[in-house]
Each structure stands twice: as structure tokens, then as C-alpha cells.
């Protein structure tokens, strides 16, 4: 594996060990419809908008289970990894790289790139395109993402709003099955 290959997977490695880190995705499928994901991960929670509906779920950071780099990039199946250049992104110095996926059976390769920056060796953005995705229309033909991290963003007050309905509906099911009147909510007489 090249040298900016494992510089690439460092730079995800050090991204997934942030105490917090927000990602702005937006997918282009062959059809030309575009969707928006947004997912937050903090010290404890991880926040995911979709269709403009927040949903939360435990996750601390030491559940995260992120495998050293060298596994990281072997997942990700990168093939050939260029550095570009010195470039300017989300208003700080940061290094442009270039990369390609391992082709898949049918000979297509996808490609991407990825902003680092260089005073945190940090994800600023990512994209990739991929020429001839599967038949599944669920595949994006291109992902951007754009990455900001610890106390650069605020959690939206909807996201925190999610959590705290599901911990509530979490305590109101276990205040149920604690009471004994049924293993399943809506299961038992009241």
C-alpha cells in the first residue's frame, strides 16, 4: 500500500477518535435525485438527520471500535493515492489528495479526493464519484462531504430534542416492564 494511502487512513483513523464530529453528506444517484444526510457523532451520542428528521442512539466513544489505519485502508479499498498539492479549504491551509478505489469486478474504478488539513491532519472535505455504480439505485454516483469536529459546531437544539425523546421513551419502557404489567409496551392490561 503507498505511503498517501496510509496518510489517508491515518487522517480517518484520527477523524473516528474526535470526541465530536459532524458530517454534512450529500448523495447524487443516476437519476439525478440528490439526498442530504447529516450525522453528529459526541462523546456519547450519535445524532443522524435524514429527511429532516433527527433520530439519536447511544454510542460512546470507546464503543466506536475504530481499527488501526492500515485495516482502515484496506476497507476502504483504496487502490492508487496521490498528493495534488497545497490548497486553501473551510479557510484554513489544508493538502489535496487524490485517490483511487481497487476496481471492482467489472473493471470500473471510483475515484475521490480528500482535503487534509494541514494543522490537525484532520478531514475537511471528501468526495467521490464512482462512473458505473451497480444497477441498485440506492447507490450514489457521487458523495461530498464536508467535516467540522469538537467544539467547532454547536448540536442542534432538534438533534438534542431527539435524544431526549428517546431517552424518555427508553425510561417509560423500562418504568413498564418494571412495573409487571407486560414484557411489551401496550402488551399488558393497565
Keep these: 500500500m503507498e505511503d498517501a494511502c496510509l496518510l489517508l487512513a491515518q487522517a480517518k483513523y484520527d477523524q473516528w477518535t474526535q470526541k465530536r464530529v459532524l458530517i454534512n453528506q450529500n448523495k447524487t444517484f443516476a437519476d439525478g435525485s440528490t439526498k442530504e444526510i447529516v450525522l453528529l457523532v459526541s462523546e456519547n451520542t ?30 476502504m479499498g483504496l487502490g492508487t493515492c496521490t498528493k495534488s498539492g497545497e490548497v486553501q479549504e473551510a479557510n484554513q491551509a489544508a493538502t489535496l489528495y487524490t485517490y483511487d478505489y481497487v476496481p471492482d469486478k467489472s473493471g470500473y474504478v471510483a475515484h475521490g479526493k480528500m482535503w487534509i488539513s494541514d494543522s490537525s491532519g484532520l478531514p475537511l472535505r ?4 464512482d ?19 469538537n467544539d467547532e459546531f454547536e448540536i442542534p437544539p432538534d438533534a438534542e430534542r431527539a435524544e431526549s425523546n428517546r431517552l ?8 413498564h416492564l418494571q412495573s409487571g404489567s407486560g414484557t411489551a409496551l401496550g402488551g399488558g392490561s393497565r
Design 131 to 149: 462512473p458505473a455504480p451497480p444497477a441498485n439505485a440506492m447507490v450514489a454516483t457521487a458523495v461530498t462531504a464536508t467535516y467540522k469536529y
Design 168 to 175: 424518555f421513551d427508553a425510561s417509560q419502557l423500562m418504568r
Design 46 to 75: 450519535a445524532y443522524l438527520r435524514s429527511r429532516a428528521v433527527w433520530r439519536s442512539r447511544s454510542v460512546a466513544i470507546r464503543d466506536r471500535a475504530v481499527p488501526p489505519p492500515e485495516k482502515i485502508a484496506q476497507a
Design 126 to 129: 471528501e468526495e467521490m464519484q
